[in-house]
């Protein structure tokens, strides 16, 4: 069976998608591991690195068109975003 573009295309964004989505997922696991240390020079890597892969969860979620995912990446984005400008001010 030869393959459509657009079904090439699809598989490729699925492709995508799983690299992201575990990227990110161990990105996250690693912030928590911070998180879980209670060292309180060590939170703002926490934040860092949350926020990277929040929104790496942000991106496979538009990937997949899942509105439930995009609200929650995107308003968790929003709120670590604000906590890396806090912690400049």
Known sequence: MVET??????????????????????IVMVAMAIRATG????AVYDLYLSTVGIFGWLIVSLLWKDRAL??????????????IFKSFI
């Open 70 to 83: 995009i609200l929650l990446n995107g308003v968790g984005g929003l709120i670590l975003l604000s906590g």
């Open 39 to 42: 060292e309180p020079e060590l």
């Open 5 to 26: 573009a657009k079904q090439r295309k699809e598989r490729q964004k699925e492709q995508l998608a799983w690299y992201i989505k575990w990227f990110s997922s161990i």
